[in-house]
């Protein structure tokens, strides 16, 4: 079987290099700051430089939303916190009450009960939340296992509540000398 070519996922010219249609699958950094200062990170967050770092202004998310609505994935955030963006309530707003082609990765520190409402609400697709241990987490990420396990809670609570199969829950783990041994037992 021949590998998939360009061609055969996007409609473009090939003397412009210009999009004739719209990508299938979208990713918005909608910030590029973090609550958060992981030791594993690759950008300095929770630092004074790091906290400097902007976030997509909301007009010109509004301006590429024909673009995210026609996309059969959206992925809110590459490596910064989405929930902490100024407007992500607005953002989710703008898909709609069905949002289910929208995904993002959190670090869950912001997941409040009026936020976890909403994404069910609005049935986002997923949101992946990163837990790097039970007992090495605080030290790697700042934050004790137990706050992020009552977040998902939480989310998983709101899900049953409304009914909702959506959003699909995960997590996302980074193995580590470190904290190798926890994943069996987190998981």
């Known amino acids: 079987m021949d ?9 473009y010219d090939p003397a412009t290099g210009r999009m004739r249609s719209p990508p299938q ?3 918005l950094e909608l910030t590029g700051r973090c609550n958060l200062c992981c030791v594993h990170c690759p950008v300095d967050y929770g630092t ?16 590429l939303m024909p ?27 703008c898909f709609g009450d069905d949002a289910s082609q929208v995904h993002f990765n959190t670090n869950g520190v912001a997941l409040t009960r009026r936020m976890a ?4 609400h609005r049935r986002v697709g997923s949101v992946i939340v990163s837990i790097d241990g039970l007992e090495t987490n605080e ?4 934050v ?7 977040k998902v809670e939480l ?23 470190r904290n190798r041994f926890e994943l069996p037992l987190l998981l």
């Open 117 to 120: 409402s909403e994404l069910v």
């Open 25 to 27: 699958q979208l990713f």
């Open 139 to 142: 030290a790697l990420r700042g």
């Open 48 to 63: 004074p430089a790091g906290r400097a770092r902007g976030e997509l202004s909301f007009a010109t998310i509004e301006r």
């Open 155 to 177: 989310l998983c609570a709101e899900k049953r509540a409304q009914k909702s199969p959506l959003p699909l829950v995960g997590v996302a783990f980074t193995v580590m000398p």
């Open 67 to 93: 673009w995210l609505r026609a996309a059969r994935s959206v992925n809110l955030n590459v490596v910064g916190e989405p929930l902490i963006h100024s407007r992500f309530l607005d953002v989710l707003g």
């Open 144 to 150: 004790p296992y137990e706050v992020l396990r009552a």
């Open 3 to 11: 590998s998939p070519r360009k061609d055969d996922h996007i409609d």
